[in-house]
């Protein structure tokens, strides 16, 4: 992973955990222990989609250029559509409170998508490439005379 998607990651996913973290003990302190439970699976499931989400975004747009677009539209859908199903899935389960998941999973998406719209907005990514000079292998152009 090139070091500019590896820091796009970590400007990504850290201030998601941490919010994580925050929702898990205020779930604690408000719901309980399954309160805390619901908020850290929901943490972790945010993660995971939106992290596998992003990697496999990236890898797109650096082989297939023209189609980064219409990916980022389709992946976008498709994580929130899952987030749904999990949710609906859930909505009924005794292991932890459905509630205090629900919420923290819709927070920690609106943090990871904030903060994935902050790392792009702040990262230095090149619009065209850079021609490459002469002494990096490139053959140098021929001069052409000019004409009278």
Do not use: C
């Not at 797109?60 to 899935?89: D, R």
């Amino acid at each position: 992973m090139p070091s500019t998607d590896a820091r796009t990651l970590l400007h990504t996913a850290v201030p998601t955990a941490a919010v994580g973290a925050i929702a898990t003990a205020i779930s604690a302190g408000v719901a309980g222990g399954k309160g805390a439970l619901g908020s850290a699976v929901a943490t972790l499931v945010v993660l995971l989609f939106m992290g596998v989400g992003l990697v496999v975004l990236q890898r797109t747009a650096k082989q297939y250029p023209h189609l980064f677009q219409a990916m980022g539209l389709l992946l976008y859908t498709t994580q929130l559509l899952l987030l749904f199903v999990f949710l609906m899935v859930f909505k009924n389960t005794t292991l932890f409170d459905p509630q205090v998941f629900a919420l923290t999973l819709v927070v920690a998406t609106l943090v990871w998508v904030a903060a994935q719209a902050r790392a792009y907005m702040k990262a230095k990514i090149l619009y065209v490439e850079p021609e490459e000079t002469a002494g990096s292998g490139a053959r140098e152009p021929q001069k052409s005379e000019p004409a009278t």
